[in-house]
């Protein structure tokens, strides 16, 4: 079925009042594929209005959406230098200070989990006993995250291959990565809407929070009201946030709060409260 511009935009508006989240430009000829290819599965009268309705009325819905509309690249140790200051300088001195303690991570925008894979095999390498929250807003994503199994692709060799060697346990018959259960006990999913946060109850004291590739669909009013919440409510005193390198880079400086000091390791930024 083919979309009219005023419907595709009328849909693109659901999902922003729904979401806060802002589609990228390069992004909508993808996206308005996806629901044309929608709208010829619904069998109804009206497909266009139908599909309307299920946005703003089943949350999975707008999920699959919402998928397609910020679509990127998943795969293990994606920004790699941010795992390297975690081995090298967060997680050494946390066994120092805290050698029989939980470390309490948090994975805000974990998509399908390999972020949140790489987070729990570097903190068991480095000796850190974590607990580890992963939310996102796609119910679907969040139990692709539970089951923790994988495809060759989920490795890149531009990015991330310096802690490869983490993953070789993992690594089945067929250059799959299929996760222990020893490491996905460590791992509780959730579901979160990060545009509608006061509706959650949220993690607190977190030591470690990835909230990294999601901003940047966010207006700046809606960004500066989940930074505002994350880094009082859920970052623990002494904690580190993380933002994917382009957005600590774009960010404006106004937005990020107070109680949160911007740290520069060679030419990576990240948060410490």
Not at 32 to 37: H, S, T
Not at 247 to 262: D, F, G, H, T, V
């Amino acid at each position: 079925m083919t979309l009219s511009e005023n419907d595709f935009n009328q849909i693109i508006a659901i999902m922003t009042k729904c979401s806060g989240i802002i589609p990228l430009e390069c992004h909508k000829p993808m996206i308005r594929e996806f629901i044309e290819k929608r709208l010829d599965q619904i069998r109804d009268y009206e497909p266009i209005v139908k599909f309307k309705f299920l946005l703003e009325q089943e949350k999975e819905e707008l999920a699959k959406l919402i998928s397609i509309s910020i679509y990127d690249e998943n795969y293990f140790f994606r920004e790699e230098k941010h795992f390297y200051i975690l081995k090298r300088e967060i997680f050494p001195e946390w066994h120092r200070k805290n050698p029989d303690l939980i470390m309490n991570i948090w994975d805000a925008a974990c998509s399908t989990g390999e972020e949140v894979y790489s987070l729990a095999l570097l903190a068991q390498d480095c000796q850190i006993i974590p607990q580890i929250v992963a939310s996102d807003i796609s119910v679907s994503a969040l139990n692709i995250c539970s089951m923790g199994n994988y495809s060759a692709d989920s490795k890149r060799y531009d990015d991330g291959a310096m802690f490869h060697n983490l993953l070789m346990p993992c690594l089945t018959d067929n250059n799959h990565l299929a996760m222990p259960g020893e490491i996905r006990s460590l791992i509780h999913t959730k579901q979160i809407n990060l545009a509608s946060l006061k509706d959650y109850n949220l993690p607190i004291k977190q030591h470690v929070i990835f909230l990294r590739n999601v901003l940047i669909y966010f207006d700046e009013e809606l960004q500066a009201e989940i930074l505002k919440t994350i880094a009082e409510n859920c970052l623990a005193d002494g904690g580190y946030l993380f933002l994917s390198q382009k957005e600590a880079a774009l960010i404006n400086k106004e937005i990020i709060p107070s109680c949160l000091k911007r740290i520069v390791f060679d030419d990576i930024s990240y948060f410490h409260k």
